[in-house]
């Protein structure tokens, strides 16, 4: 699976939009790219994923570069609640597994 | 549904002692899988599994067994614990691609609440 660079950390003021910006230069054409966050000592969350079209779900959307080199995740309106690491993983779902490769992920602080 | 559950909560061992970690879940998902997280980290695959009777080593398998003889359990056996095992443990499951349900819009992978495992 291709590597993904994400930024260590960001802060976000509570209502505003939060952009996570996700790099992932080498991807594949049959690869997909995937967001989840885990929240303090809890077990990761799913949150969205794409292929090459942007996505939007009740959680947050997704914009995928025409390039498919680099992503973004927005969190329309942030929360206290949505303070968290977001981890972007890109993954072949071609394969006989579904693995996922975590990073360090970013850690998003949502302050008042 | 319960989800994916995990026993215990939390753990001390002795180095040296062997212990098992629980994991079930009630979803039918063929692919589950053992993760563990240190400080700071992200998580690293340890073994996972397919389906019944198939398993697979991940990125970090050394210092851990596991089997599958149903769809619902995929226990994680520490055999002679060490401190450098001290971590975070959890537990996840999904569809499996095999499986013929599995497409781009069902591979979610669901955790479980983890086990916090200290050995001294």
């Known amino acids: 699976d291709a590597k993904t660079t994400q930024p260590t950390s960001m802060d976000c003021a509570e209502g505003r939009a939060a952009n996570l910006p996700c790099n992932h230069s080498?991807?594949?054409?049959?690869?997909?790219v995937y967001w989840y966050r885990q929240i303090h000592s809890q077990g990761p969350q799913y949150i969205i994923h794409?292929?090459?079209n942007n996505e939007t779900n009740e959680m947050a959307s997704l914009i995928i570069t025409e390039d498919r080199k680099s992503s973004t995740l927005i969190l329309p309106h942030a929360t206290l609640r949505d303070t968290a690491v977001y981890y972007c993983?890109?993954?072949?779902?071609?394969?006989?597994?579904?693995?996922?490769?975590f990073g360090t992920g970013t850690r998003l602080q949502v302050t008042l | 549904n319960a989800g994916v559950t995990q026993t215990p909560k939390f753990q001390v061992l002795k180095t040296g002692q062997s212990m098992t970690l629980q994991c079930a879940q009630d979803?039918?998902?063929?692919?589950m899988s053992w993760y563990r997280q240190d400080p700071g980290m992200g998580l690293r695959l340890i073994h996972y599994?397919?389906?019944?009777?198939?398993?697979d080593q991940g990125e970090v398998p050394n210092g851990y067994n596991v089997s599958r003889s149903t769809t619902e359990d995929f226990p994680l056996r520490l055999l002679s614990a060490a401190p450098s095992q001290t971590s975070v443990y959890f537990c996840?499951?999904?569809?499996?691609?095999?499986?013929?349900?599995?497409?781009?819009?069902?591979?979610?992978?669901?955790f479980g609440p983890g086990t916090r495992l200290t050995v001294l």
């Open positions: 599994s397919v389906g019944a009777g198939i398993t």
């Open positions: 080498t991807i594949s054409g049959n690869e997909y």
């Open positions: 979803m039918n998902h063929e692919y």
């Open positions: 996840a499951s999904s569809y499996s691609i095999t499986s013929g349900f599995l497409s781009s819009n069902n591979n979610e992978q669901f």
């Open positions: 794409g292929l090459k």
């Open positions: 993983i890109v993954r072949d779902l071609t394969g006989t597994a579904s693995k996922l490769t």
